[in-house]
């Protein structure tokens, strides 16, 4: 009602709404609760909003997810809130079976690494690989279940933006250097393509119908990863082979200036 209630495009009134969670900053399963229950009322309330009121619950959506992050940075994301923070992306958002709403998992699936890295600046540094795959765990569940085609290109989607954020973030960087491509990025790929594969080869947790689209997804994954490692020896070799001439070129002009002291000398 309060959300409604806001005039259009004021955001200050969206935005104060979204920070409630950190009324239970002591309390980490009841802040989680929270927005299980706030995830919950827009799940089930969805259909019921007209054109005007969309605009806001959007908005609504992306601070929700932002403090929810924030909230889960300001705690370090200790083991209780990146665990509650995923089982309400599983079980509340993306969980094909409760979630019959595109328009809820559409706009997640466009902003959530948006939100990831205004919350954490610099995010590829600052979050473990570990939990940046603890993020990604229940959009592979995901896509691993959905059932209608659309969906399911929809995720894959999701999936092959990650991938190109990943590449795009660096790109710039070692186009104007010769520095090696992170090891963290190389990594982050193989696991994912690993953990894919993984998936779409299990007998368990994953519909039949969807195998392909996920072997499609690995593939994609996979290429990347063989092609940065490929690039990341040939940098090495290039790098290694410039610090064995600088040495070189160093050696000879410490040498060459002996020389030189030496006939001064005489």
Same mark, same amino acid.
């Given at each position: 009602?309060?959300?409604?209630?806001?005039?259009?495009?004021?955001?200050?009134?969206?935005?104060?709404?979204?920070?409630?969670?950190?009324?239970?900053? *002591?309390?980490?399963?009841?802040?989680?609760?929270?927005?299980?229950?706030?995830?919950?009322?827009?799940?089930?309330?969805?259909?019921?909003?007209?054109?005007?009121?969309?605009?806001?619950?959007?908005?609504?959506?992306?601070?929700?997810?932002?403090?929810?992050?924030?909230?889960? @940075?300001?705690?370090?994301?200790?083991?209780?809130?990146?665990?509650?923070?995923?089982?309400?992306?599983?079980?509340?958002?993306?969980?094909?079976?409760?979630?019959?709403?595109?328009?809820?998992?559409?706009?997640? =699936?466009?902003?959530?690494? *948006?939100?990831?890295? @205004?919350?954490?600046?610099?995010?590829?540094?600052? =979050?473990?690989?570990?939990?940046?795959?603890?993020?990604?765990?229940?959009?592979?569940?995901?896509?691993?279940?959905?059932?209608?085609? !659309?969906?399911? !290109?929809?995720?894959?989607?999701?999936?092959?933006?990650? =991938?190109?954020?990943?590449?795009?973030?660096?790109?710039?960087?070692?186009?104007?250097?010769?520095?090696?491509?992170?090891?963290?990025?190389?990594?982050?790929? !193989?696991?994912?393509?690993?953990?894919?594969?993984?998936? /779409?080869?299990?007998?368990?947790?994953?519909?039949?119908?969807?195998?392909?689209?996920?072997?499609? =997804?690995?593939?994609?994954?996979?290429? /990347?990863?063989?092609?940065?490692?490929?690039?990341?020896? @040939?940098? @090495?070799?290039?790098?290694? !082979?410039?610090?064995?001439?600088?040495?070189? /070129?160093?050696?000879?002009?410490?040498?060459?200036?002996?020389?030189?002291?030496?006939?001064?000398?005489?």
């Amino acid at each position: 009602y309060e959300i409604s209630a806001c005039l259009v495009g004021s955001e200050m009134c969206i935005r104060d709404r979204s920070k409630l969670i950190h009324i239970y900053k *002591e309390s980490p399963k009841l802040a989680y609760r929270f927005i299980s229950y706030f995830w919950r009322i827009m799940v089930r309330e969805w259909n019921l909003l007209d054109g005007f009121r969309l605009d806001k619950f959007y908005s609504l959506m992306r601070f929700v997810i932002r403090e929810s992050l924030q909230y889960g @940075k300001d705690r370090k994301w200790d083991k209780i809130s990146w665990q509650s923070f995923s089982n309400v992306m599983k079980d509340e958002i993306l969980d094909p079976k409760k979630t019959k709403n595109r328009g809820i998992v559409i706009h997640v =699936l466009d902003i959530f690494w *948006e939100e990831v890295e @205004k919350v954490h600046d610099g995010w590829l540094g600052e =979050l473990s690989s570990e939990l940046i795959m603890k993020f990604i765990g229940p959009f592979l569940r995901y896509l691993a279940q959905v059932e209608q085609e !659309e969906d399911i !290109e929809i995720v894959k989607s999701f999936f092959v933006k990650f =991938l190109d954020r990943l590449l795009r973030k660096h790109s710039s960087k070692l186009k104007q250097s010769n520095s090696p491509i992170p090891e963290k990025v190389v990594s982050l790929i !193989e696991q994912i393509s690993t953990k894919l594969f993984d998936i /779409a080869s299990s007998k368990v947790g994953v519909l039949d119908e969807n195998r392909d689209y996920i072997y499609d =997804l690995r593939k994609t994954y996979d290429s /990347a990863f063989r092609g940065l490692s490929k690039e990341t020896k @040939k940098r @090495k070799l290039s790098t290694d !082979e410039d610090e064995r001439k600088s040495k070189k /070129a160093k050696l000879e002009e410490e040498v060459t200036e002996k020389n030189t002291e030496s006939v001064d000398t005489e």
